[in-house]
Nanobody
Framework: QAQLVESGGGLVQPGGSLRLSCAASGSIFSIYAMGWYRQAPGKQRELVAAITSGGSTNYANYANSVKGRFTISRDNTKNTTYLQMNSLKPEDTAVYYC??????????????WGQGTQVTVSS
């Protein structure tokens, strides 16, 4: 079985930065994609950024609302993805969830979720 563990959330002032990390652990055969979603109070969960690997190249895509401010990256040797968030705005306040599309050594390819980490942007 596999699990995702997130870290790096917290309280930051508008214009500030935070870096989220998500490490996949367990008996993993392959990770096809990793990403970050967020859910603000009273709103649906939305995709923030995702990254897939094609050989030695990573491909990233972003929600329009975070383009130019957030950067997703991935360390395949550590099964870890990062979300660097700059120029944070109050509307970025949400619980951020890590997601991975992976196949464990024993089992089928499916979606895995982290427990969520709170990001609050406020003065």
């Amino acid at each position: 079985q596999a699990q995702l563990v997130e870290s790096g959330g917290g309280l930051v002032q508008p214009g500030g930065s935070l870096r989220l990390s998500c490490a996949a652990s367990g008996s993993i055969f392959s990770i096809y994609a990793m990403g970050w979603y967020r859910q603000a109070p009273g709103k649906q969960r939305e995709l923030v950024a995702a990254i897939t690997s094609g050989g030695s190249t990573n491909y990233a895509n972003y929600a329009n609302s975070v383009k130019g401010r957030f950067t997703i990256s991935r360390d395949n040797t550590k099964n870890t993805t990062y979300l660097q968030m700059n120029s944070l705005k109050p509307e970025d306040t949400a619980v951020y969830y890590c997601n991975a599309d992976l196949r464990p050594n024993l089992g089928y390819r499916s979606q895995y979720w982290g427990q969520g980490t709170q990001v609050t942007v406020s003065s």
